[in-house]
């Protein structure tokens, strides 16, 4: 995929991220691409939900498994404002999902090369591609501007 593809479906999981914040959610927001179209989308919605696994990409992989008709997912790529945890990465395997983009790392709980790299790992039956970093200033900010407003920083 080219660079300039990356940057547009990176700014449609921004645009998911500031869904969540605006529901008073952690701001992660992710889609799922196949054939260069989204056919899935999420954003955090595990308190609105009442839901823990209610994070944007098992979301969005849920609506891509609906759109397409299928619970493999091998042509799809996720884009996703931060670098998934290990639950998102367990159902992005489970998915034999092609590839994922993130924005920013997650160096407390990041399972794609921060704190773990389960994506890659050899001992699993699956691994896909891994591309970080996809806009990740703006991806970064949003995280930093979120959390600094509700610990009462400016």
């Known amino acids: 995929m080219a660079p300039s593809e990356h940057l547009q479906f990176m700014a449609a999981a921004i645009a998911e991220a500031r869904r969540a914040e605006a529901e008073n959610e952690v701001p992660v927001g992710?889609?799922?691409?196949?054939?260069?179209?989204?056919?899935g989308a999420g954003h955090n919605e595990p308190i609105g939900l009442n839901d823990p696994t209610a994070h944007a990409e098992i979301l969005a992989i849920r609506a891509a498994a609906s759109t397409l008709k299928t619970y493999r997912l091998n042509a799809v790529t996720i884009y996703?404002?931060?670098?998934?945890?290990?639950?998102?990465?367990?159902?992005?395997?489970?998915?034999?999902?092609?590839?994922?983009?993130?924005?920013?790392?997650?160096?407390?709980?990041?399972?794609?090369?921060?704190?773990?790299?389960?994506?890659?790992?050899?001992?699993?039956?699956?691994?896909?591609?891994?591309?970080?970093?996809?806009?990740?200033?703006?991806?970064?900010?949003?995280?930093?501007?979120?959390?600094?407003?509700?610990?009462?920083g400016t």
Do not use: Q, W
């Not at 992710?30 to 989204?38: E, H, K, M, P």
């Not at 092609?98 to 890659?120: E, Q």
């Open 30 to 39: 992710a889609v799922a691409v196949a054939d260069g179209r989204v056919v």
């Open 80 to 152: 996703v404002t931060l670098e998934p945890c290990v639950m998102c990465v367990g159902a992005m395997l489970n998915a034999r999902i092609a590839r994922v983009v993130y924005g920013a790392r997650d160096d407390k709980t990041g399972a794609l090369g921060s704190v773990y790299d389960i994506g890659r790992d050899g001992r699993l039956n699956h691994r896909f591609e891994v591309v970080g970093g996809v806009m990740e200033a703006e991806c970064a900010e949003l995280m930093r501007v979120f959390f600094r407003a509700r610990r009462g």
